[in-house]
């Protein structure tokens, strides 16, 4: 890619990241109030739908990308269904904002969603496993896995959207990993989705970071966590890199262990998994004094290292790539452990 095509992406992507802001500023202004509760960060009513300036931002951007960048495209059954799926999950996600729809019709939305994604035939159904080679694991096999991970994705940047900047923060550095990643190995609807990603969440995120003026919402994190799952399935069929499936999951490292392990902590104290709770570790770090713009820096750190280990990654030896993912681990249990130190102090007991 040429320095001048470089900057004519950025360009477009700035025009991108206004029309994303000028839809917030909107969104400010037709007070859509999130109210808060015994589990809120927040103790005054705010706005909250500002997601719908990355939703909108993204789609005017993957419309110009459909209509004038063909070399960019996905075939037309796959590109067709992930956008249509996208604006399902988004109009979901805003009426819920509205509504404060019950989980079990958010779920079936997102199952409809990952189930139009997989139908089209945007699915994982070969890993290159260093030292195999490619394994077929089928279409049902492939479908299963692709729907599973979409979801629990989708989800898991739903529950940490819960201090200002943290999902929209970590989403945003996610998305400029991917889309360095996928230039540098010739992926280029992945490049550039996630560069329209992020400069939808560009134009949302001085919105509500440091100072809130307005919440991202259900709209907002429920569709920047469908797309990074989607980019991710995209990006496993990166020709140059085994296992390449493991570089969205390890973008959203931090992300990803922290809901799996309150899942697994409140399953093991037999809490009910579906209950409301404030037992997420950025929850427990804030509730424990720690100032929350710091938290949600902690993360896009998370991001980042995850976005480094992704070069590293790439670039590794085929025997160590199944490995590598694990060293990501590291943070994060180091992470648990200074949470946990905190809580005692605090006096918080039960998580």
């Not at 993204?58 to 037309?76: E, K, M, N, Q, T």
């Not at 991970?149 to 989708?154: G, H, N, R, V």
């Not at 799952?229 to 262990?257: H, I, N, Q, T």
């Not at 809490?271 to 950025?282: K, V, W």
């Amino acid at each position: 890619m040429t320095l001048a095509a470089i900057l004519r992406h950025l360009a477009f992507a700035a025009g991108i990241a206004l029309v994303s802001a000028l839809v917030v500023r909107a969104m400010i202004n037709a007070r859509v109030m999130d109210l808060p509760n015994h589990r809120s960060a927040h103790a005054v009513p705010m706005p909250r739908g500002g997601g719908m300036g990355i939703v909108v931002g993204f789609l005017v951007g993957i419309a110009v990308l459909y209509g004038f960048a063909s070399f960019a495209r996905l075939a037309d059954p796959y590109f067709r269904a992930v956008i249509l799926a996208s604006i399902a999950i988004a109009v979901v996600g805003f009426i819920d904002d509205l509504r404060d729809w019950p989980f079990t019709v958010k779920l079936a939305a997102q199952v409809a969603a990952a189930l139009a994604a997989v139908g089209s035939g945007l699915f994982i159904e070969m890993f290159r496993v260093p030292g195999i080679g490619p394994v077929d694991v089928g279409w049902l096999a492939g479908g299963a896995i692709t729907v599973g991970w979409i979801l629990f994705a989708t989800n898991a940047m739903n529950f940490i959207d819960g201090l200002n900047g943290l999902a929209a923060g970590t989403a945003l550095v996610a998305s400029v990993f991917l889309a360095v990643i996928a230039a540098v190995q010739g992926g280029w609807f992945v490049y550039f989705a996630a560069l329209l990603l992020a400069a939808g969440i560009a134009g949302f995120l001085p919105f509500n970071f440091p100072r809130a003026r307005i919440f991202m919402g259900d709209v907002g994190s429920q569709f920047c966590g469908f797309v990074l799952a989607v980019l991710g399935v995209a990006a496993s069929r990166f020709d140059k890199v085994e296992l390449s499936f493991l570089l969205v999951p390890m973008l959203l490292s931090g992300v990803l262990y922290d809901v799996a392990f309150t899942l697994v902590r409140r399953a093991l104290a037999g809490e009910r998994l579906a209950q409301a709770h404030r037992g997420h570790l950025y929850q427990v770090a804030q509730r424990s004094g720690m100032d929350a713009r710091r938290v949600a820096e902690a993360h896009w750190g998370f991001a980042a290292l995850g976005g480094l280990a992704c070069l590293g990654f790439i670039a590794a030896p085929s025997w160590l790539k199944p490995l590598w993912p694990f060293a990501l681990l590291v943070p994060q249990l180091a992470w648990t452990i200074f949470v946990a130190a905190r809580a005692r102090r605090a006096g918080i007991g039960r998580w």
